[in-house]
């Protein structure tokens, strides 16, 4: 699928201006929220629509992916791959333990948190997720990833777009690109967030990819509909008169198009004026949990992190291909200092929403063919900075997956005995992405896209499917 968007950029017509002065007239946010070009796949193009006849390349496991992101990096350590022998080693720095990562480390550490075999697979888990460890057996845990530069910039985008240069798409957009979207009325890619991490919306952009691939963002700091989808509803027309009014500004649009050639940032805002006008209709309803009842609520919890992963559940339900959920703003496993007093706090917030969103999805039926994905850009270093910090750890780190086609009571791969590099099995950030576009039924080595005379792809001239975790 070797497509090039085509583009147009004759001088612009007077035409041109009278249609873009109705545009801006258009009431308040759904026309600025489709000029924008800011939301996801609305009703496919004749273009789309052909892509979305040619996908997927082979049956898919998974039609759906939440990933819940844990920005700042965890420390593998404190939550899957326990390692004995930093307590033997503590306080030295034998060969093995010092390796280069971003800033200047001391001694081994260890964690000071217990471990123990959990469900009928006896995987360990740290005892800092005593809820989630009861999901163990659909959980395959990953202890050998490893990726490329121990820089949050440079790794969130290698996480999040496959390369640490920041003009690629981002995976959900490839996603997007290869499936299409399932809901029309919704965007096909979400970001949830309460701030704005790192990057910010370079990790969610589409780059190359046509505009309409790229995710919405949503601050979901309030959980009233309203604050996080502000200006989505028009108080001044009725949805009759909105519809009329859309119309006339799609047929201009059209004879625009005609009379200049195809323009595919023109088509991306045609499609988002689409998506935003009904999503008048549907989206109030899917972000608001006050739907959801009072035992459901209590069961995910309170706070930021609990309300996305409900949100999630309700999008995917609904459709939604891809929806990431940060766990907060900036980076808040960025534990430089003070590490053994943060990651209790940081676990006690996410261990009971997820927990509760694998019991919702697997009662729901959804779990089968939803592929949950946790982690960070990278992990933590076994060595101590500062003596109570630790610093970033590209070399080796955990993450794990679940449901949508993988095995469940798994560990692959290994890291050292201190936990600090990945020795067997290693996984990269690559091997990753390959294995989750495997599962969503897409050959990563022919998802591809045509631009700058070259075909380009989310994981470059890399990339490996981990066929031992697939079920």
């Known amino acids: 699928m070797n497509?090039?968007?085509?583009?147009?950029?004759?001088?612009?017509?007077?035409?041109?201006?009278?249609?873009?002065?109705?545009?801006?007239?258009?009431?308040?946010?759904?026309?600025?929220?489709g000029a924008a070009s800011i939301l996801g796949a609305a009703q496919p193009t004749m273009a789309s629509q052909q892509n979305l006849l040619s996908m997927p390349h082979f049956p898919a496991r998974a039609k759906r992916v939440i990933h819940l992101f844990m920005n700042g990096g965890p420390y593998q350590g404190d939550l899957f791959d326990p390692k004995p022998a930093l307590e033997k080693y503590a306080g030295s720095r034998p060969p093995g333990a010092d390796l280069v990562t971003e800033r200047p480390t001391g001694g081994l550490m260890p964690s000071p948190f217990k471990f123990r075999p959990r469900g009928e697979s006896g995987v360990q888990v740290s005892d800092l997720l005593p809820q989630l460890s009861q999901h163990i057996d659909d959980i395959c845990v990953l202890n050998s990833m490893h990726a490329d530069n121990p820089n949050h910039?440079?790794?969130l985008l290698q996480m999040n777009n496959g390369t640490i240069i920041p003009t690629r798409p981002s995976m959900g957009a490839w996603f997007l690109y290869g499936l299409g979207t399932e809901n029309q009325n919704l965007p096909g890619y979400v970001v949830l967030c309460p701030g704005r991490?790192?990057?910010?919306s370079i990790l969610w952009n589409s780059a190359f990819l046509p505009s309409k691939y790229q995710g919405t963002y949503i601050n979901h700091s309030t959980v009233n509909p309203e604050k996080m989808l502000p200006h989505l509803s028009n108080t001044q027309w009725d949805h009759a008169t909105q519809r009329g009014q859309l119309d006339l500004l799609q047929q201009l649009n059209k004879d625009?198009?005609?009379?200049r050639g195809g323009d595919s940032v023109l088509n991306a805002r045609i499609e988002a004026m689409e998506t935003a006008y009904r999503m008048q209709f549907e989206a109030s309803e899917t972000f608001d949990l006050a739907r959801e009842t009072k035992q459901t609520r209590e069961a995910y919890g309170s706070g930021h992190f609990a309300n996305g992963c409900l949100l999630a559940r309700r999008m995917v339900e609904r459709g939604v291909r891809f929806v990431q959920v940060y766990y907060g703003?900036?980076?808040?496993?960025?534990?430089?200092?003070k590490h053994n007093e943060t990651v209790p706090k940081l676990c006690q917030q996410i261990d009971q929403p997820i927990a509760a969103l694998m019991?919702?999805?697997?009662?729901?039926?959804?779990?089968?063919?939803?592929?949950v994905?946790?982690?960070?850009?990278?992990?933590?270093?076994?060595?101590?900075?500062?003596?109570?910090?630790?610093?970033?750890?590209?070399?080796?780190?955990?993450?794990?997956?679940?449901?949508?086609?993988?095995?469940?009571?798994?560990?692959?791969?290994?890291?050292?005995?201190?936990?600090?590099?990945?020795?067997e099995n290693k996984m990269h950030v690559h091997d990753l992405h390959a294995t989750m576009l495997h599962l969503l039924g897409l050959d990563h080595e022919r998802l591809t896209y045509?631009?700058?005379?070259?075909?380009?792809?989310?994981?470059?001239?890399h990339g490996r499917v981990v066929s031992e975790i697939i079920s």
């Open 3 to 33: 497509m090039q968007p085509t583009r147009n950029d004759a001088s612009r017509s007077p035409a041109t201006v009278d249609r873009r002065g109705l545009l801006q007239q258009f009431g308040g946010g759904v026309g600025m929220l």
């Open 153 to 155: 910039g440079p790794a």
């Open 197 to 200: 991490p790192v990057r910010f």
């Open 256 to 259: 625009h198009v005609a009379a």
């Open 329 to 337: 703003s900036g980076q808040p496993w960025d534990t430089h200092s």
């Open 359 to 371: 019991t919702d999805l697997k009662q729901r039926g959804l779990l089968e063919d939803t592929l």
């Open 373 to 423: 994905v946790w982690g960070g850009e990278f992990g933590r270093t076994p060595t101590s900075e500062s003596g109570t910090g630790r610093d970033h750890n590209h070399h080796g780190f955990s993450m794990w997956m679940a449901g949508g086609g993988v095995k469940g009571g798994m560990t692959y791969g290994q890291t050292d005995e201190f936990g600090f590099k990945a020795v």
């Open 450 to 461: 045509r631009h700058a005379g070259r075909d380009f792809r989310l994981t470059d001239v």
